[in-house]
Nanobody
Framework: QVQLVESGGGLVQAGGSLRLSCAAS????????MGWYRQAPGNERELVAT???????NYVDSVKGRFTISRDNAENTVYLQMNSLKPEDTAVYYC?????????????????RGKGTLVTVCS
């Protein structure tokens, strides 16, 4: 059974930094895309950043130049370094991963999501 567990959220003042981590565990064959989404109260969930196994990255415009996504493929872990945080970055941040597993001899690809970690940025 595959699980994603996030850590690193918390309370920080505007202009500060936080680093989120997400570790995938279980019977994993491979992980294609790992990334972060966020959802602020009253808002829809939005993509923050993704990184493929090959290293391609994608960021939402509002975090470009401030956030950096990285991966440790050997450890099935993805990180989100968040600098110059703003109050509008306040949200629950969810780790997401597209993971391949082998079930009954068949390769199955699913999207998995963690339970989320709260990031609060105060002004």
């Amino acid at each position: 059974q595959v699980q994603l567990v996030e850590s690193g959220g918390g309370l920080v003042q505007a202009g500060g930094s936080l680093r989120l981590s997400c570790a995938a565990s279980g019977s994993i064959f491979s992980i294609n895309v790992m990334g972060w989404y966020r959802q602020a109260p009253g808002n829809e969930r939005e993509l923050v950043a993704t990184k493929t196994e090959g290293g391609s990255t994608n960021y939402v415009d509002s975090v470009k130049g401030r956030f950096t996504i990285s991966r440790d493929n050997a450890e099935n872990t993805v990180y989100l370094q968040m600098n110059s945080l703003k109050p509008e970055d306040t949200a629950v941040y969810y780790c997401n991963a597209q993971i391949s597993t082998v079930e009954g001899g068949i390769m199955v690809v699913r999207d998995y999501r963690g339970k989320g970690t709260l990031v609060t940025v105060c002004s």
